[in-house]
């Protein structure tokens, strides 16, 4: 995400932190330098423009110029302005009506029906009852799809297949919410090639009949400027309240996301990172600021591993760490957990330095590594994952040809299954003598889940 503008403006920063003094003409040249990334990144030039210039009129105080790391003072201004611009804060959903209606608009290809059904798996674990209403009555394939995706999540979908009358779909779905007590309807309207007249007048026909509490437009954010026009065109028509960025995962240079909110004054609300249904996330210009200058997001990877693993799975865990009973079913248990976080990338990119670390790690191999240890220990009868030291020299044999991988490869899994283990139980008894001493309550490295005590 991002990896040509972030790579470009931590070089500008390592400049920068080399610096002793700052002077006007230092300042210029790592400006400037800034300046260059943002254009490369397609981000619209007034916008850029008037970044720099803010960034520019803070960077030359007295401030800055007289303290020990002015550096990295000015990177802190690179930092801060680059959060206004993304927004400064989450801008949440507004869900207070009841029931609320959320609009889904957008060029085709953008993502909407896709996202309408990442966006009502959202509302649906915050406790509402949401409903998928399909009203894009000029692509058949869309209904089929919200269907499709429907099915998957659990969440009902007001379809009306054959019906070409997209207002009488609208005015049916709202009696149809009312009457089984749904709260929220997201609303998958038609789109287009290109904006045109037609789609705009139907969508405002729609808006007048719905009145619904959110217009969101749904953006591809690798078609960078052309986004922002986009915007611009949709806004005035339909005067939206916010944004979602899709295809994010896809998108190195990040001129969409950086031009938005200057552009439109509307916030972007969401941001879809991947193409499964979880890969969904609310929009925190902090943190993405913080990932597109290379210093992670540990916020969000907590808030991934917390979604991911229960509470109750990862104390049952901890106990069985303590006591010295780590199996070959927990240590497929926290492969599969693993799994859940997203792919290795995802979670290395979201670590302070992760982009940099990437550059020079081979991360499909090591996924690999990881499925084919999954497959050697399903492979496994339940006796030989609990007692792996009854695995003979037929059973490894049988276990290796049903995995597709050599006994070698399983030799050597054991093996570090054996260290591991090993290490677990000395780390358990090495507590227990601490815990007589009054000290270190909890497991040594293993950090809390938030809201654990």
């Known amino acids: 995400m991002f990896e040509s503008l972030s790579g470009k403006l931590q070089n500008v920063f390592k400049n920068l932190r080399g610096l002793g003094k700052i002077s006007e003409a230092n300042i210029a040249d790592a400006l400037r330098d800034v300046r260059l990334a943002l254009l490369d990144a397609d981000v619209n030039f007034k916008v850029a423009r008037d970044f720099i210039d803010r960034v520019k009129q803070k960077s030359v105080g007295v401030e800055v110029i007289q303290t020990l790391h002015p550096g990295q003072q000015i990177i802190k201004l690179i930092n801060d302005e680059l959060v206004a611009l993304l927004g400064s804060e989450n801008a949440a959903i507004n869900l207070d009506s009841n029931p609320t209606v959320i609009m889904m608009v957008g060029l085709h290809g953008a993502g909407k029906t896709t996202s309408s059904a990442k966006l009502s798996r959202l509302i649906q674990k915050q406790g509402r009852q949401p409903l998928l209403v399909a009203c894009d009555v000029n692509r058949p394939a869309a209904m089929d799809q919200l269907a499709t995706l429907g099915k998957q999540l659990e969440i009902p979908v007001f379809l009306k297949k054959g019906e070409t009358d997209v207002l009488k779909i609208v005015r049916e779905s709202l009696e149809f919410a009312k009457a089984n007590h749904h709260n929220t309807l997201i609303l998958d309207t038609a789109g287009r090639l290109q904006i045109d007249e037609l789609l705009v007048q139907e969508l405002v026909r729609v808006k007048e009949i719905a009145r619904p509490q959110e217009i969101l437009l749904v953006l591809d954010a690798a078609t960078g400027q052309e986004a922002v026009n986009v915007a ?58 913080s990932r597109i200058l290379g210093m992670g997001d540990v916020v969000s990877l907590v808030e991934r591993a917390a979604e991911a693993v229960s509470e109750a799975d990862a104390r049952r865990l901890e106990e069985r760490m303590k006591k010295g009973q780590f199996t070959l079913d927990d240590f497929l248990e926290q492969l599969r957990q693993m799994k859940k976080l997203g792919s290795l990338e995802s979670i290395v990119n979201l670590l302070p330095g992760g982009g940099e670390a990437l550059k020079n790690a081979d991360l499909s191999k090591s996924e690999k590594e990881f499925r ?4 050697m220990i399903c492979a496994m009868t339940f006796k030989e994952r609990r007692y792996p030291q009854i695995l003979n020299a037929r059973r490894r044999q049988r276990i290796a040809k049903g995995s597709g991988v050599t006994v070698t490869e399983l030799n050597n899994l054991l093996n570090r299954f054996g260290q591991m283990q090993q290490m677990m139980k000395k780390m358990g008894k090495f507590q227990k003598m601490m815990g007589r001493m009054g000290g270190m309550p909890g497991m040594p490295g293993m950090p809390h889940l938030p809201g654990r005590r």
């Open 232 to 289: 611009t065109h949709f806004d005035k028509a339909l005067q939206i309240t916010g944004s979602i960025l899709t295809k994010l995962d896809g998108d190195a240079r990040g001129g969409a996301a950086l031009s938005m909110k200057a552009v439109t004054g509307q916030p972007i609300k969401f941001m879809g990172v991947g193409e499964k249904l979880e890969d969904f996330e609310p929009f925190h210009p902090e943190r993405m600021a």
């Open 372 to 375: 084919r240890m999954e497959g």
